[in-house]
């Protein structure tokens, strides 16, 4: 330690010792100073008699511990100089645990440390260390389990699209994809929330566990059956225009349908999503890889279960019972508030709780739209065999999107880099251009690259096992497969963009991309995979590829 008066006279020959010191000059005395935590030393004051006013500077100074600052203000007499110096300490401080925020820095920061006398921040951690094999490795099974569950849940609306909720009420399949599209809104952003927390060290405590999980679950169901609640009115709305007549008991049907499958089918993914967050943290996969894609695996198949079910089950209550679709909507609705309460008192999810409603109904509403695109086109006897593979490549693309989403606000957070910095990366720039989101050497695009070729095996594998299964009404001849390979590739590589230029843009204003990026990726997901569909065979009827088998 370095000692320097107000003159810049170098005071030399300091001993330290810890917590209060004193320095005293041949009599004269220094008021205490104490050390913080960070090893940051307060300025102190030579007290200096009028008797030892031309000692020289060559004098020896010494740090005497003292237990009080009252004690040394009384033992100054009162005629004494005092010169103010300054303390210069060169030293090493560990920076964990100075800020509230440094948490998300603590499993790659245990020995970081703070140069403060060049005023240099806590340097980040390492970026994530994964090749390009280790990240295909952790994706593709649970890419190909969520795959098949996409499958299924074709193979259940290839089957439901027949039954009589379904013909005499068309605007249940508008519900389709704004329901299937929770998984994205809903448990794929409380997926992303878990696995970064996980990832960052804010579970590994069971209080802080079980906060955030009571408090993710608590807010799932408020946003589900408002949600559910919003998609109803869409669905009412769009069914309406075209057709220029309304009918109450269609409109408390599709409400009663809405809220209670996504109530439901939010309360159930969301304890498998928390199980399989929590196992991966035990087994050492990164939750990011494999937590998004379990969710869609199950999701879309228990919630076009669900629809199915329900609706199908009100709409008999109708010639029986005017009370069950409205008592329906009103109990759930009830429940709101107790959901309300919970989530208030977890601080992480609070914040969430006032302003993550714009993404969740905006994507809400991108989805409506795909689903206005499916009425229109299955109720038409020639693409009926559209049914089949709109969960498929709707669910494939979301998923993909997903993972890539969460790994980069992943990455975002455990670098340390500021919420708010509008250049967050090494790459000063405001809009990627495809080769920077898919041809650099850096983590993200290593995982872009992966993602995007694991899309073409994919859907070969999935369409093989619709055909095994015999499901759906079109034979999938090579021009077929041609054109939905392509509406396929061109859905992804698009999201894959959007999702580096999303998350980067979002986290460059303050807001959380776990919260914000993954609703819009997902909506526009299933907007892009509908319309990209539809397009598909309608260019097929026209080309004259047909079958026996379409509309049949």
Same mark, same amino acid.
């Given at each position: 330690?370095?000692?320097?008066?107000?003159?810049?006279? =170098?005071?030399?020959?300091?001993?330290?010792?810890?917590?209060?010191?004193?320095? =005293?000059?041949?009599?004269?005395?220094?008021?205490?100073?104490?050390?913080?935590?960070?090893?940051?030393?307060?300025? %102190?004051?030579?007290? @200096?008699?009028? /008797?030892?006013?031309?000692?020289?500077?060559?004098?020896?100074?010494?740090?005497?511990? &003292?237990?009080?600052?009252?004690?040394?203000?009384?033992?100054?007499?009162?005629?004494? /100089?005092?010169?103010?110096?300054?303390? *210069?300490?060169?030293?090493?401080?560990?920076?964990?645990? @100075?800020?509230? /925020?440094?948490?998300?820095?603590?499993?790659?920061? @245990?020995?970081?440390?703070?140069?403060?006398?060049?005023?240099?921040?806590?340097?980040?951690?390492?970026?994530? #260390?994964?090749?390009? !094999?280790?990240?295909?490795?952790?994706?593709? !099974?649970?890419?190909?389990?969520?795959? !098949?569950?996409?499958?299924?849940?074709?193979?259940?609306?290839?089957?439901?699209?027949?039954?009589?909720?379904?013909?005499? %009420?068309?605007?249940?399949?508008?519900?389709?994809?704004?329901?299937?599209?929770?998984?994205?809104?809903? /448990?794929?952003?409380?997926?992303?929330?878990?696995?970064?927390?996980?990832?960052?060290?804010?579970?590994?405590?069971? =209080?802080?566990?079980?906060?955030?999980?009571?408090?993710?679950?608590?807010?799932? @169901?408020?946003?589900?059956?408002?949600?559910?609640?919003?998609?109803?009115?869409?669905? *009412?709305?769009?069914?309406?225009?075209?057709?220029?007549?309304?009918?109450?008991?269609?409109?408390?049907?599709?409400?009663?349908?809405?809220?209670?499958?996504?109530?439901?089918?939010?309360?159930?993914?969301?304890?498998?999503?928390?199980? *399989?967050?929590?196992?991966?943290? =035990?087994?050492?996969?990164?939750?990011?890889?494999?937590?998004?894609?379990?969710?869609?695996?199950?999701?879309?198949?228990?919630?076009?279960?669900?629809?199915?079910?329900?609706?199908?089950?009100?709409?008999?209550?109708?010639?029986?019972?005017?009370?069950?679709?409205?008592?329906?909507?009103? %109990?759930? &609705?009830?429940?709101?508030?107790?959901?309300?309460?919970?989530?208030?008192?977890?601080?992480?999810?609070?914040?969430?709780?006032?302003?993550?409603?714009?993404?969740?109904?905006?994507?809400?509403?991108?989805?409506?739209?795909?689903?206005?695109?499916?009425?229109?086109?299955?109720?038409?006897?020639?693409?009926?065999?559209?049914?089949?593979?709109?969960? %498929?490549?709707?669910?494939?693309?979301?998923?993909?999107?997903?993972?890539?989403?969460?790994?980069?606000?992943?990455?975002?957070?455990?670098?340390?880099?500021?919420?708010?910095?509008?250049?967050?990366?090494?790459?000063?720039? #405001?809009?990627?251009?495809?080769?920077?989101?898919?041809?650099?050497?850096?983590?993200?695009?290593?995982?872009?690259?992966?993602?995007?070729?694991?899309?073409?095996?994919?859907?070969? &594998?999935?369409?093989?096992?619709?055909?095994?299964?015999?499901?759906?009404?079109?034979?999938?001849?090579? *021009?077929?497969?041609?054109?939905?390979?392509?509406?396929?590739?061109?859905?992804?590589?698009?999201?894959?963009?959007?999702?580096?230029?999303?998350? +980067?843009?979002?986290?460059?204003?303050?807001?959380?991309?776990?919260?914000?990026?993954?609703?819009?990726?997902?909506?526009?997901?299933?907007?892009?995979?509908?319309?990209?569909?539809?397009?598909?065979? +309608? &260019?097929? !009827?026209?080309?004259?590829?047909?079958?026996?088998?379409?509309?049949?």
């Amino acid at each position: 330690m370095v000692l320097w008066s107000k003159e810049q006279e =170098k005071l030399p020959d300091i001993k330290m010792s810890s917590g209060a010191i004193e320095v =005293k000059k041949d009599g004269g005395r220094l008021s205490p100073a104490f050390l913080n935590s960070n090893s940051t030393l307060h300025p %102190v004051i030579l007290t @200096q008699g009028p /008797e030892e006013g031309s000692t020289e500077t060559g004098s020896q100074f010494e740090l005497k511990e &003292v237990t009080s600052l009252t004690e040394m203000a009384n033992e100054t007499p009162e005629n004494e /100089e005092r010169l103010e110096i300054v303390a *210069v300490m060169d030293c090493r401080a560990n920076a964990k645990g @100075q800020r509230e /925020e440094d948490a998300l820095l603590e499993n790659a920061s @245990q020995n970081e440390s703070d140069d403060i006398s060049n005023d240099h921040r806590p340097e980040p951690p390492a970026p994530l #260390k994964e090749t390009s !094999f280790s990240i295909g490795l952790q994706v593709v !099974f649970p890419f190909l389990l969520a795959g !098949f569950g996409t499958v299924a849940a074709g193979m259940v609306l290839d089957i439901v699209q027949h039954w009589t909720v379904f013909t005499e %009420v068309s605007e249940v399949f508008i519900l389709v994809p704004a329901l299937l599209g929770l998984k994205g809104n809903l /448990e794929m952003t409380l997926a992303s929330r878990l696995s970064t927390a996980a990832n960052i060290g804010l579970m590994d405590t069971n =209080k802080d566990m079980w906060n955030m999980i009571m408090g993710n679950l608590a807010l799932i @169901q408020v946003q589900a059956t408002v949600v559910g609640f919003l998609a109803s009115i869409a669905a *009412v709305i769009f069914g309406w225009i075209p057709e220029g007549h309304f009918r109450l008991g269609h409109a408390v049907l599709l409400c009663a349908s809405s809220v209670a499958t996504a109530f439901i089918a939010s309360l159930l993914l969301g304890l498998i999503m928390i199980g *399989v967050i929590l196992a991966s943290r =035990k087994v050492g996969i990164n939750p990011d890889n494999v937590a998004t894609p379990i969710a869609a695996s199950l999701g879309d198949l228990i919630t076009l279960s669900l629809l199915a079910g329900i609706s199908t089950g009100l709409y008999k209550e109708l010639d029986y019972n005017n009370y069950a679709n409205p008592l329906v909507c009103a %109990v759930f &609705v009830a429940l709101c508030p107790i959901w309300v309460l919970i989530a208030r008192k977890i601080p992480s999810t609070r914040e969430v709780l006032y302003s993550g409603w714009e993404p969740v109904i905006i994507a809400m509403a991108i989805s409506s739209v795909g689903g206005l695109i499916l009425d229109k086109t299955v109720t038409n006897p020639n693409f009926a065999g559209m049914a089949v593979f709109t969960p %498929v490549i709707n669910g494939v693309g979301g998923n993909l999107v997903a993972v890539q989403a969460s790994r980069i606000s992943t990455y975002l957070h455990m670098n340390g880099i500021p919420m708010g910095d509008p250049n967050p990366t090494s790459r000063n720039r #405001k809009c990627p251009t495809p080769c920077s989101t898919f041809f650099t050497s850096t983590v993200n695009s290593r995982s872009a690259r992966v993602l995007f070729l694991l899309v073409a095996p994919g859907h070969l &594998v999935f369409l093989y096992t619709i055909n095994s299964l015999r499901g759906g009404h079109t034979t999938l001849t090579p *021009v077929f497969i041609t054109f939905y390979l392509g509406a396929a590739l061109l859905q992804v590589i698009i999201l894959l963009y959007l999702a580096d230029w999303m998350v +980067h843009w979002m986290w460059g204003r303050g807001m959380d991309p776990d919260n914000f990026s993954i609703p819009y990726l997902t909506a526009l997901g299933d907007l892009l995979g509908t319309g990209f569909l539809a397009l598909c065979f +309608h &260019v097929r !009827f026209f080309i004259g590829d047909r079958d026996s088998n379409l509309g049949n």
